[in-house]
DNA sequence: GCGACAG
DNA sequence: ATCTTGTCGC
């Protein structure tokens, strides 16, 4: 019952520790040495509100180059087997990511992305294994994690002037490093980045894998249009989020018609 | 023990 | 993640 939680997630961490010796936390990638950047995918998921083990991930692909537009799209409709557990996002949301990319790694390879975003962390984890950085080892590709909300975990502190260090961020591109608060004294995991004049909080970025944090953060601004999420993601995001609606409509209908409640005669 | 907790 | 209206501003 709660054991089998327990006895879970206590082989995933021992995987993620695994994982974690094969990560890469520096440029590897010739476009990172040149700031050639052009194509850039975005990932995301969305949920069924009344079943949320039925969900819809996509990939989309950016041009840089062409305002951002996007140049590929692709969704999966799937049910999930593991249910959300906050430090294992990965075991939840890999397996459909993984599908889509490898068709499209199959299928079109000239739309392969540069660089991979994620709706989540990348080494700014718990066990400095997040989604991305999963994602990333996993594939072998250049990855990195786009987090909406600080993950706040033991030994990484929202200190007092986390508040203040955010007020601080006045313009787009603005950051501030979060580091682990023990252990080796302040070893820099993520940023928190101003995207838009506008934003008020912060986005938090972290390398995924084969990235250095400031080329991380560069390319994420790279993306930015006039919201505080990147393109990509945020595509994503709004494309799965849409096909989730037209699902849950059509099931709606169904139930509709077999159902006798409405007819009044 | 208590609170925190990416999506 | 999802539940949700109005409101302010270009």
């Known amino acids: 019952m709660e054991s089998e939680i327990e006895s879970v997630t206590a082989l995933w961490s021992q995987e993620q520790f695994t994982m974690k010796s094969k990560l890469i936390i520096s440029n590897t990638e010739k476009w990172q040495a040149d700031r050639k950047l052009n194509l850039v995918g975005g990932?995301?998921?969305?949920?069924?509100?009344?079943?949320?083990?039925?969900?819809?991930?996509?990939?989309?692909?950016?041009?840089?180059?062409?305002?951002?537009?996007?140049?590929?799209?692709?969704?999966?409709?799937?049910?999930?087997?593991t249910p959300y557990i906050p430090g294992f996002l990965a075991f939840r949301e890999f397996e459909p990511c993984l599908s889509l990319y490898t068709k499209l790694t199959s299928k079109h390879s000239e739309l392969i992305p540069q660089v991979l975003m994620f709706d989540g962390n990348g080494i700014l984890h718990p066990r400095g294994l997040g989604l991305a950085s999963h994602f990333g080892v996993c594939t072998n590709t250049c990855t990195i994690g786009v987090a909406k909300n600080l993950y706040q975990m033991g030994s990484i502190l929202r200190d007092e002037n986390h508040f203040s260090q955010i007020n601080s961020l006045s313009a787009p591109g603005d950051h501030f490093f979060?580091?682990?608060?023990?252990?080796?004294?302040?070893?820099?995991?993520?940023?928190?980045?101003?995207?838009?004049?506008?934003?008020?909080?912060?986005?938090?970025?972290?390398?995924?894998?084969?990235?250095?944090?400031?080329?991380?953060?560069?390319?994420?601004?790279?993306?930015?249009?006039?919201?505080?999420?990147?393109?990509p993601t945020r595509q994503a995001d709004i494309r799965s989020r849409q096909l989730i609606r037209k699902l849950e409509e059509s099931k709606n209908k169904k139930v509709d018609q077999y159902s006798p409640k409405m007819s009044f005669h």
């Open 43 to 81: 990932m995301d998921i969305s949920f069924c509100k009344a079943d949320s083990s039925i969900a819809i991930c996509t990939l989309v692909v950016c041009s840089v180059s062409q305002q951002l537009k996007v140049v590929y799209e692709d969704s999966l409709h799937v049910k999930l087997s």
């Open 178 to 231: 979060i580091k682990n608060s023990e252990g080796n004294g302040g070893e820099i995991l993520g940023a928190a980045l101003k995207t838009t004049q506008e934003a008020k909080r912060p986005v938090y970025i972290s390398i995924g894998h084969r990235i250095g944090l400031e080329t991380a953060i560069w390319a994420v601004m790279q993306c930015i249009d006039r919201y505080r999420i990147p393109e």
